[in-house]
């Protein structure tokens, strides 16, 4: 989770919270590492690297 974060900071630039109050604070930085995951999950259907199976593949 710390890679997340580093590039969270980094690339994105998001260095502060955004918003106020304790329980906001708490949320964001889980908000934002699922936006990431879920840019990260795009980038793989989009390489055609996300291989899901619907059924167990067969083992000779």
Same mark, same amino acid.
């Given at each position: 989770?710390?890679?997340?974060? =580093?590039?969270?900071?980094?690339? &994105?630039?998001?260095?502060?919270?955004?918003?106020? =109050?304790?329980?906001?604070? /708490?949320?964001? @930085?889980?908000?934002?590492?699922?936006?990431?995951?879920?840019?990260?999950? &795009?980038?793989?259907? /989009?390489?055609?690297?996300? &291989?899901? &199976?619907?059924? @167990?593949?067969?083992?000779?």
């Amino acid at each position: 989770m710390e890679g997340t974060f =580093g590039i969270l900071k980094e690339d &994105y630039q998001l260095k502060k919270f955004r918003t106020r =109050g304790t329980g906001n604070v /708490q949320n964001e @930085p889980l908000i934002l590492a699922f936006g990431y995951n879920l840019n990260k999950i &795009y980038k793989k259907i /989009q390489a055609n690297r996300l &291989y899901l &199976y619907y059924r @167990p593949l067969k083992t000779a």
